[in-house]
């Protein structure tokens, strides 16, 4: 599988690049950017690839895949792209709204195309010892899940932006997306945005940074939440169950080792951090701390591959992409929540 990316910079040298380098039967052509850009730990492999003039020219190359890693512009460029009969896997957010991902949908399947948004976090180590954990029934029936994450950062963001570039689009796309792979679409949505930062520290920021959005699945509750003060991080995942409690602390580092140009060749990539275990308090008394063997992100482009060449499903449906985007669409628009069924 041929591939070229539009957009170059740190999104393919951190969450890209290392992966699709683990599978050989993936070339990457070339790229096209507007400018250049140097960041603090480049996939060094990255400076042996052509450089295109312009989106055109890329896309009238041989490749089969082209990955949209741009900052702007995702519903513009994998329009050209499926209209140029390529497939396309493209950086979240996928898109704005619904009727732009419906669109884009559209495309790709009167083309016969690939279309799918990177959602490279399905397979975030404590997102997948998590789930493994409630999959073997060691806290029965589960009620009440929260999903968090935060950052500390005590200064006003002063990012003066569109609603669709706060942080229910930049961050929950991807603890949305989690949740929707496992449970599908959501009964009810109950929903808080707010900007946070600024309104502590006298900024002059418009977008949020701080959300608290609750999807509702019958009697389960899934409660996914963002601040930027804190000086303590929560549990990344609490799992509340008729037979016991599930609390993890620590996000995946496949991230943390990447930003410090250590990649997964080195046998330390990927481990977890001191008090990072999951651990599992029971009704009984007992107390289990569970793991998982640690897998990688170059899962998700193993099944991209599959799925270019083989015709097998994409790591992300069409139907969950589409929920997502609903999701976010609904919060930012402080809509009531619609479904919108298969």
Do not use: W
């Not at 999104?11 to 683990?22: A, E, L, Q």
């Not at 890693?69 to 704005?96: G, Q």
């Not at 732009?100 to 404590?126: G, K």
């Not at 009697?219 to 003060?229: D, G, T, Y």
């Amino acid at each position: 599988m041929k591939v070229g990316f539009i957009g170059f910079g740190k999104s393919v040298h951190r969450y890209h690049m290392p992966f699709i380098d683990m599978i050989p039967e993936i070339e990457v052509v070339g790229y096209y950017a507007r400018g250049l850009t140097t960041f603090e730990m480049p996939y060094p492999k990255t400076a042996e690839f052509k450089r295109f003039s312009t989106v055109e020219e890329l896309l009238e190359t041989d490749i089969n895949l082209v990955i949209i890693c741009t900052s702007a512009l995702h519903y513009e460029f994998a329009k050209m792209a499926l209209n140029s009969n390529k497939h396309v896997l493209c950086e979240k957010p996928l898109c704005d709204t619904l009727a732009q991902t419906t669109e884009l949908y559209a495309i790709a399947s009167e083309r016969n195309l690939v279309l799918c948004p990177y959602q490279n976090r399905r397979f975030d180590h404590d997102f997948v010892e998590v789930f493994a954990a409630i999959d073997q029934g060691l806290v029965g029936e589960v009620a009440e899940i929260v999903s968090s994450h935060t950052q500390d950062r005590f200064v006003p963001s002063n990012i003066i932006s569109t609603k669709y570039n706060g942080l229910v689009y930049g961050h929950a796309v991807h603890f949305i997306d989690q949740i929707v792979s496992r449970y599908g679409e959501p009964d009810h949505l109950l929903y808080d945005i707010a900007n946070q930062r600024d309104y502590l520290f006298n900024g002059a920021g418009t977008i949020d940074d701080y959300y608290h959005i609750v999807l509702i699945y019958g009697q389960l509750r899934v409660s996914i939440n963002f601040n930027a003060i804190a000086v303590k991080a929560p549990p990344r995942f609490t799992v509340y169950g008729s037979a016991g409690t599930i609390e993890k602390y620590g996000i995946d580092r496949q991230e943390h080792y990447l930003k410090q140009g250590i990649y997964a060749d080195n046998p330390k990539f990927g481990a977890r951090g001191v008090n990072e275990e999951t651990m599992v308090y029971q009704v009984n008394g007992d107390i289990i701390n569970y793991q998982t063997p640690i897998k990688f992100y170059d899962q998700f482009y193993h099944q991209l591959r599959l799925a270019v060449n083989n015709g097998t499903p994409p790591p992300v449906s069409e139907f969950e992409a589409k929920v997502v985007i609903n999701i976010m669409e609904t919060v930012v628009n402080g809509r009531p929540y619609k479904k919108i069924g298969k």
